[in-house]
């Protein structure tokens, strides 16, 4: 069974930093694409990064320059770097997957709650 | 990075029939084969109904279906029934090798 399981989230200080986890199992995070998508609280989904089976990486323009996406094969798990987080990043982040030759995200984690705030 | 536009809402009884709108442009929705659809519960994580325009993922109910034309998707849901009571958000895969989605559209059954 696919599985995601988001971790990482809390309560951090504008202008800090944060790094979110997205733990896999049933299937092997390198041999897919692994996007990350937000949810501002009461409002609609937003694309955030993508890494591609290649380790090529996307940005939204809303991130770019702030945030890095990364995996470790060994441990199966995606994550997101967050720096120089602002009150406009609070968000619950959702892990999701991309299968291969696949452009949509058949499976989602439950999302981690990153509020940013003094 | 423009997200894809949706109407904010939409009702129907039971038994009725909706149809969700989703207008991008030729670098997304208009250039690709590649719009999914999502159904989010509130407090829950999207769940993928629709993708690659028109087919749907096992498990998924038939009365829903997806159509496309020029540079807008669009999301029907027929014999509604009060479960079909979500947001939904549309995504397309874009020229920039990311994604966009729509603002997502609340569907109320009467």
């Known amino acids: 069974e696919v599985q995601l399981v988001e971790t990482g989230g809390g309560l951090i200080q504008p202008g800090g930093s944060l790094r979110l986890s997205c733990a896999a199992s049933?299937?092997?995070?390198?041999?897919?694409?692994m996007s990350w998508v937000r949810q501002a609280p009461g409002k609609g989904l937003e694309w955030v990064s993508v890494?591609?089976?290649?380790?090529?990486?996307y940005y939204a323009d809303s991130v770019k320059g702030r945030f890095t996406i990364s995996r470790d094969n060994s441990k199966n798990t995606l994550y997101l770097r967050m720096n120089s987080l602002s009150a406009e990043d609070t968000a619950v982040y959702f892990c999701a997957r991309v299968l291969v030759w696949s452009h949509y995200f058949d499976s989602w984690g439950q999302g981690t709650l990153v509020t940013v705030s003094s | 990075q423009s997200a894809l536009t949706q109407p904010a809402s939409v009702s129907g009884s039971p038994g009725q029939s909706i149809t969700i709108s989703c207008t991008g442009t030729?670098?997304?929705?208009?250039?690709?084969?590649?719009v999914s659809w999502y159904q989010q519960h509130p407090g829950k994580a999207p769940k993928l109904m629709i993708y690659d325009v028109s087919n749907r993922p096992s498990g998924v109910s038939t009365r829903f279906s997806g159509s496309k034309s020029v540079n807008t998707a669009s999301l029907t849901i027929s014999g509604l029934q009060a479960e079909d009571e979500a947001d939904y958000y549309c995504s397309s895969y874009t020229s920039s090798s990311t994604w966009v989605f729509g603002g997502g559209t609340k569907l109320t059954v009467l």
């Open positions: 030729s670098s997304d929705v208009g250039g690709y084969s590649y």
């Open positions: 890494i591609y089976t290649g380790g090529a990486t």
């Open positions: 049933g299937f092997t995070v390198s041999s897919n694409s």
